[in-house]
Structure formats: C-alpha cells, structure tokens
Nanobody, 119 residues
Framework: QVQLVESGGGLVQTGGSLRLSCAAPISISSINIMGWYRQAPGKQRDLVASITRGGITQYSDSVKGRFTISRDNAKNMAYLQMSSLQPEDAAVYYC?????????????WGQGTQVTVSS
C-alpha cells in the first residue's frame, strides 16, 4: 500500500496563499497522473487539479487562474500553489496518484491536509 503524505495546510485569510506539498514514498517518475482533490464537509470529493508525467495540467473551473499544480519527479513530490484563496476553497485537500486519466483519481491517496480560509 502506497501512502502519500500531504503537508502545508493551515489557516489563511481570504485572498491569501498556501502551498501544499505531497511526498510519495516511491518513485513517481513512472506514475502518469498526480492530482489534488478536495472535500468540504457534507460534500463529495472533487478534483482540483491534475498533472501528467510530462507536465500537462488540468484544473477545475473554480480554481483556474488561482491554483498551480506542479511535480518534481526527481524528488518524488507534487505541489499545489494556491493563491487568492476564498472561503469556498476551505476543505480537506488530498493528494492522489496512479490514475491514467487527468479527470479520474488513481488508487493511491494521502491522509489529507486541512485548509481553512477565514473571511
């Protein structure tokens, strides 16, 4: 079982920024898709952003222009740079890996990191 480890969540004011990190215990060079999902209380877990091994990205409409996903295959890390955060961005953010598709999750998940945005 591969357990991804997220970090970087926390409390931020509206309009602020956070950078989430995802550490993989295995080499991600062979993993096609890395992604970030989020789940707010009472809601389903939704895709935020995903990135292919070659750097092709996909974003949900709600975060386009504000969030940037990246990956460092040499360090086995993925990142989510979040800017202009809004209260509706508050959620538990999960790192995901292993999918063959940008819009679907793979089988590897992290435990999640909480992002809280104060208004």
């Amino acid at each position: 079982q591969v357990q991804l480890v997220e970090s970087g969540g926390g409390l931020v004011q509206t309009g602020g920024s956070l950078r989430l990190s995802c550490a993989a215990p295995i080499s991600i060079s062979s993993i096609n898709i890395m992604g970030w999902y989020r789940q707010a209380p009472g809601k389903q877990r939704d895709l935020v952003a995903s990135i292919t091994r070659g750097g092709i990205t996909q974003y949900s409409d709600s975060v386009k222009g504000r969030f940037t996903i990246s990956r460092d295959n040499a360090k086995n890390m993925a990142y989510l740079q979040m800017s202009s955060l809004q209260p509706e961005d508050a959620a538990v953010y999960y790192c995901n890996a292993g999918s063959l598709y940008l819009h679907r999750p793979g089988k590897y998940w992290g435990q999640g990191t909480q992002v809280t945005v104060s208004s």
